[in-house]
């Protein structure tokens, strides 16, 4: 449950506990300032009383908790969150700026970049990772997808490259967005299609160079080791019906030294890779 309200709220761990905290207090001031209040009326506890207990704390209460965030630290959160009630009692909308797009991780592997990225929705982005898809049974990922309380699908090759049969999944999870971190499939057209530029993925190499079919994990960095480059790097792009090749979103470098291994790139590579992809993906979504 408290997973689940991580993710619902968007919040860590210490951020959640000082939240609840602030519900009890504020909601046992707000009560105990509506019973006092009530005493100077010199009113018998029946109805009459309740109808105007409940009206006093429904008034009383985002006053109390608002008071109460404030030295928790959470002014931040209840603010948005009362103006979200009053907005849906009156109607109205939230912004399109503060909608929270839903994505969806494809992973085949470990799944180092999942689980950065899902820290990252949790510490307050404007997306939710809604879906992990993977096509490996007892791929690390999956154990991440658990952890972390988030749905997951283990495709199967056929259904999958049939290009459309996933496509009712993905949308009853209401995916609005696709981020590739460590998938080998190559994406079929329809799913591009559903999904035009909004799918994308990470690459641990300076595309063009390093990419297309084959290049994957230790074959990159052995290739980039024995060219005896001088840099190496990452590249985030969207995804089209070629391996490797749509637009190039962003790209971050590091300097090989002449000791260096394909294990030691490889380990720089994913520094690269932790520290860029979540904000990149905050960027691209919105
Ligand atoms: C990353 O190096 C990424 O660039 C590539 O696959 C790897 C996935 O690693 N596409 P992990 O599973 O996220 O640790």
Known sequence: MFEKLKQHWKVNGLNLALIITTFAVGGSLCGYAGRKLLALTHLDKGFLWIVL????????????????????GQFTFFKKYIVKIFSRFSGKQTSHHTKTVNIAIFASGAGSNASKIIESSLLGSHYKVALIVCNKAGAGVMDIAAKAGIPSLLIEKEQFFKGDAYLPILQKNNIDFIVLAGFLWKIPGALIKAYPKKIINIHPALLPKYGGKGMFGHHVHEAVINNKEKESGITIHYVDEIYDHGAIIFQATCSIAENDTAATLAQMVHVLEHEHYPKIIAEVVQ
């Open 53 to 72: 207990y409940i009206v006093l704390i429904t008034l009383l209460w985002p006053l109390a908790v608002l008071i109460i965030s404030i030295p928790l």
